[in-house]
């Protein structure tokens, strides 16, 4: 019989009626009487690490979820956690990085409607997701709506419908169809030992460009920040005329800040060489994300400058694909490699 650990975290799944809205309110072990019939034979055990909205979910606490982990990583088959769905992606991510060498499923799971509810998806959510725990599988992975994406590749696109995740330029790993798990494809088995990497830097920005972006934004987020990403246009397009953003990105690069260039579409990635707008800022050692979602870069991010401050080394690590964060045919020049 399978042991399984649930770490109920907080989230929409056990949220109850308060005084001014919806907020977490159940234990783990409320939530395990939804699914005491349950035909799995599997012996599961929940603790509750924290009761929050996962809109108030920090970095802080995916450490906590990931130490969590390590202390019963030799005493259980799988991890299930439950976890609201605004920030789930990012959390999924972040534990991808953080555990690393994963023999064992860790699986995060929540609901567009508390589980208290007659009508709900976090009944199916929590039993699908307690079935794919059980698996012969290592990694981190999300199950929501019947569907198993890996942990970087998540991302929150519908907030009110069930079927609110979506696998982003990733395959889904599979469906799961009651006691069914129909595999579209497995990741390798970890060739490495299991081990924890929870040290976080936590000076990341995110800015997302927009027509009329002012370049003197860039003088507070210098003394603020050691990492910056910037959500370009397109295929990593920065405006250099009129309000030029060139020269300010430039002085963040020579202050040794890690500048990190994005793009705001969802699919596909991003090649920097392929428009004069994205030439010009690839001329400066900026750091490319290929195809990786959001959800994963501000925490990839985080864990690089938490690894070590030097830029160069930073840039390697982001550029190098980790839990299939990036897809192979991207190179690290930020120019997609064309099969």
């Not at 070590?308 to 690290?332: C, F, H, M």
Request: glycine share 8%; with cysteine; aromatic share 10%.
């Amino acid at each position: 019989m399978k042991k399984i650990l649930l770490l109920a975290t907080g989230g929409t799944i056990a949220s109850v009626e308060g005084d001014e809205g919806l907020k977490p309110g159940l234990s783990g072990e409320d939530l395990l009487k939804y699914f005491e019939n349950t035909l799995l034979s599997v012996d599961v055990t929940a603790r509750i690490l924290m009761n929050r909205d996962s809109t108030n979910m920090q970095p802080e606490h995916w450490v906590e979820m990931a130490e969590a982990i390590a202390e019963n990583y030799g005493q259980y088959d799988g991890f299930l956690i439950t976890h609201g769905t605004d920030t789930l992606g990012y959390t999924a991510a972040a534990l991808s990085y953080m555990l690393q060498g994963l023999q064992k499923p860790v699986v995060l799971t929540g609901s567009q409607v508390p589980i208290s509810f007659k009508k709900t998806d976090a009944k199916k959510n929590l039993t699908d997701a307690l079935r794919f725990a059980c698996e012969d599988i290592g990694g981190v992975f999300v199950v929501f709506d019947g569907r198993v994406i890996i942990g970087t590749r998540a991302v929150k696109m519908r907030t009110k419908s069930y079927d609110a995740f979506e696998s982003i330029n990733h395959p889904y790993v599979a469906y799961i169809d009651g006691e069914e798990v129909r595999y579209i494809w497995k990741p390798a088995p970890a060739q490495q030992e299991f081990k924890v990497e929870t040290s976080l830097c936590t000076d990341v920005f995110l800015l997302k460009l927009h027509p009329g972006t002012k370049p003197e934004i860039f003088d507070f987020l210098k003394d603020h920040y050691k990492g910056i990403i910037i959500e370009s246009f397109g295929n990593g397009g920065v405006p250099f005329e009129g309000r030029n953003l060139l020269p300010k990105i430039k002085e963040l690069t020579d202050a040794g800040i890690a500048v990190m260039i994005s793009t705001q579409c969802l699919e596909e990635g991003h090649d920097l060489y392929l428009y004069e707008v994205g030439r010009k800022v690839a001329q400066y050692p900026v750091i490319v994300s290929g195809d990786i979602n959001t959800e994963a870069i501000v925490p990839k991010l985080m864990w690089a400058l938490g690894k070590t401050k030097d830029p160069a080394q930073v840039k390697n690590i982001i550029e190098t694909p980790i839990a299939y964060d990036l897809s192979a045919e991207w190179g690290r020049s930020g120019m997609k490699i064309q099969q």
